[in-house]
T-cell receptor, first 116, second 114 residues
């Protein structure tokens, strides 16, 4: 059974702090790992990682994948109150004949709270 | 604007009633998905569809049914057989093909059954 575990489950920081969110996985047929941000409703896409060791970056957010050790981290630098959200990690691990089904297995999420 | 719409935003039903949640997308995506989210848990896959008139069970399909008669639409019916239907339901879609593509999510429907 595919499994994705995120840690910590919740995190409280102050504006300006740097945070690191962790995601480990045990899946067969790994295709990609995705990070989403969820603020009360629809998750919004942050990053997709397919190759080990290549950092994806967008502003203050960055993420990297280690396919050998089966984990990914999401870093947020200089946090702001607007970063408060649930951060979801998901792995796409189902495919047949080279085409992915897009069956995502999600972790439990990390609840990030940023205080002013 | 392209996107995914789900309706209604909130839904209240009595136990024993079937209820259908709507999901429509105008992104021209072939693949569509239904997830359920409970407090303190991640999203769990209910059903997915790669193409019109075809769909597969996800990890927690018991008590749910779907149809895919049109590319744009993927309604989910929560039947009375679902033992614990109160949850937040999210619909998603994505491109289909040999590459890797992200899923786009709708705003969700919060279902409460009493």
């Amino acid at each position: 059974e595919d499994k994705v575990v995120q840690s910590p489950l919740s995190l409280v920081v102050h504006e300006g702090d740097t945070v690191t969110l962790n995601c480990s996985y045990e899946v067969t047929n790994f295709r990609s790992l995705l990070w989403y941000k969820q603020e009360k409703k629809a998750p919004t896409f942050l990053f997709m990682l397919t190759s080990s060791g290549i950092e994806k970056k967008s502003g203050r957010l960055s993420s990297i994948l280690d396919k050998k050790e089966l984990f990914s981290i999401l870093n947020i630098t200089a946090t702001q109150t607007g970063d408060s959200a649930v951060y979801l990690c998901a792995v796409d691990a189902g495919f047949l004949g080279g085409t992915s089904y897009g069956k995502l297995t999600f972790g439990q999420g990390t609840i990030l709270t940023v205080h002013p | 604007d392209g996107g995914i719409t789900q309706s209604p935003k909130y839904l209240f039903r009595k136990e024993g009633q079937n209820v259908t949640l709507s999901c429509e997308q105008n992104l021209n995506h072939d693949a569509m998905y239904w997830y359920r989210q409970d407090p303190g848990q991640g999203l769990r896959l209910i059903y997915y569809s790669q193409i019109v008139n075809d769909f597969q069970k996800g990890d927690i399909a018991e008590g749910y049914s779907v149809s895919r008669e049109k590319k744009e639409s993927f309604p989910l019916t929560v039947t009375s057989a679902q033992k614990n239907p109160t949850a937040f339901y999210l619909c998603a879609s994505r491109q289909q093909g040999a590459g890797v593509y992200e899923q786009y999510f709708g705003p969700g429907t919060r279902l409460t059954v009493t």
